[in-house]
């Protein structure tokens, strides 16, 4: 399971840049104790990839900032190592105790919202 982080200097989002390394460091854990191999990626990995330069440019133009830059680069990075599965490094792997809970979620979707009949998922 691949992750990007790249600190913002100060923290954001609500948390310190501490709270986020502590974050950081129990995603790894959680995502390893479900038997997956990890890899946090960062800017250095964006930079790999060919079109760096030029979305950074478009992003600078547009007056994005530093912290929201990371949510286009981080598939940048993905892409220059390869793909694979990608969380953010505040979701954690859980089990569901429903056998076959994507099916029943899928059939009880299929109750309340028609639109997803256009999926014929079964």
Request: charged share 30%.
């Amino acid at each position: 399971m691949n992750t990007f982080f790249e600190p913002v200097p100060g923290g954001c989002c609500g948390a310190s840049e501490e709270g986020h390394m502590k974050l950081m460091a129990a995603w790894e854990t959680a995502w390893r104790a479900k038997g997956w191999e990890t890899r946090v990626l960062t800017m250095d990995d964006s930079r790999k990839h060919p079109d760096f330069k030029k979305m950074d440019d478009i992003l600078a133009r547009l007056k994005v900032s530093q912290y929201n830059r990371r949510c286009f680069f981080r598939w940048l990075a993905m892409a220059a190592n390869g793909g694979g599965w990608m969380s953010d490094y505040d979701t954690f792997p859980l089990k569901s105790r429903r056998k076959n809970w994507a099916v029943w979620h899928i059939y009880k979707l299929r109750k309340t919202r028609p639109f997803i009949d256009l999926c014929q998922w079964r």
